[in-house]
């Protein structure tokens, strides 16, 4: 962040009734520095009020510092951690949900404006199922992530070789792009895996909505239908076939209307790991068992 930091250039040029105020470079460090702990958080699919996400997002974190929460408007909010350590747990072990509803999660960046944002940029886990031994090397998996997007994490268990089910890395990807659902490492197919995506699109791939709302299937617009006027001979002779007129809505433009979408079978619900509820209701334990619920893993 301060390697970004620049002084800014007076403006000679400037629109009539403004004027310009330039920051020197260590201004402008001074003043981000108190954000350097900070994460811009947004519900997606619900609005929600100060006080309820302030309660929520303590009771999910359980952060040991101080944790403080500023609205900026427009469905964003800005989360300050006192300790680094609890800003490393919020990116390390997501993803978090609000209620059944993903909460998107991204690094303060500066001049961030709520208005004109466009929220595009989230940290997700992903999951590398049967990655070949091999590629367990730092080096190579965050190669492999960056093939998605910038790698913020690697899971302390696939650093270090401790398991080799799956290979999982936080990245961060762009909602306004298609999921990348498949990675080739040389001739290897390696299929990518998104943890707790609920409103991710079959249609299209991207985030956000469901594939019955995708903005990206287009409807091709009915042909107006109208009324065959004939004589009776005719009128009788169709007698028990509906006219177009008479049919209802749905079933004429059931012939009329062909949905444009994606290619069958190109994103699904493979695409997703799926994340059991906790159980709140305790149960007896049962005798012979050795299954254990899954549980986050931490580096």
């Not at 469905?75 to 006192?82: H, I, K, Q």
């Not at 999660?105 to 992903?126: D, G, H, L, Y």
């Not at 197919?189 to 019955?212: D, M, N, T, W």
Request: proline share 8%.
């Amino acid at each position: 962040m301060h390697e970004d930091a620049e002084s800014d250039v007076e403006e000679e040029d400037i629109e009539e009734g403004a004027v310009a105020l330039s920051l020197s470079k260590e201004d402008k460090i001074r003043i981000r520095s108190q954000w350097s702990n900070a994460l811009i958080i947004k519900t997606f699919g619900r609005t929600v009020g100060y006080q309820f996400l302030s309660q929520r997002v303590r009771e999910l974190w359980a952060p040991t510092g101080r944790l403080d929460l500023v609205d900026l408007g427009h469905d964003y909010f800005l989360a300050r951690f006192e300790m680094p350590e609890d800003l490393d747990h919020v990116l390390r072990d997501g993803p978090w949900f609000i209620g059944q509803h993903f909460l998107a999660i991204k690094s303060w960046e500066p001049e961030f404006k709520a208005s004109t944002t466009n929220f595009s940029q989230v940290a997700i886990w992903i999951r590398l199922p049967e990655l070949p031994i091999e590629f367990y090397d730092p080096t190579i998996l965050k190669k492999i992530g960056s093939m998605i997007g910038p790698v913020l994490r690697i899971d302390g268990h696939t650093a270090t070789n401790a398991r080799g089910r799956f290979a999982r890395l936080c990245v961060q990807v762009c909602l306004d792009k298609p999921f990348v659902k498949t990675i080739f490492i040389g001739k290897f197919r390696q299929p990518v895996l998104y943890e707790g995506i609920h409103a991710l699109c079959f249609s299209c791939g991207r985030l956000g909505h469901k594939k019955e709302t995708c903005p990206q299937t287009i409807r091709a617009n009915p042909r107006p239908t109208t009324q065959v006027q004939g004589n009776d001979a005719s009128q009788n002779t169709n007698a028990g076939t509906p006219s177009p007129s008479t049919l209802s809505e749905p079933a004429a433009l059931a012939h009329e209307d062909h949905p444009i979408v994606a290619e069958p079978d190109q994103y699904g619900p493979w695409l997703l790991v799926s994340r059991k509820k906790p159980n709140s209701k305790k149960k007896p334990a049962a005798i012979g068992t050795s299954f254990q619920p899954l549980t986050h893993s931490t580096p």
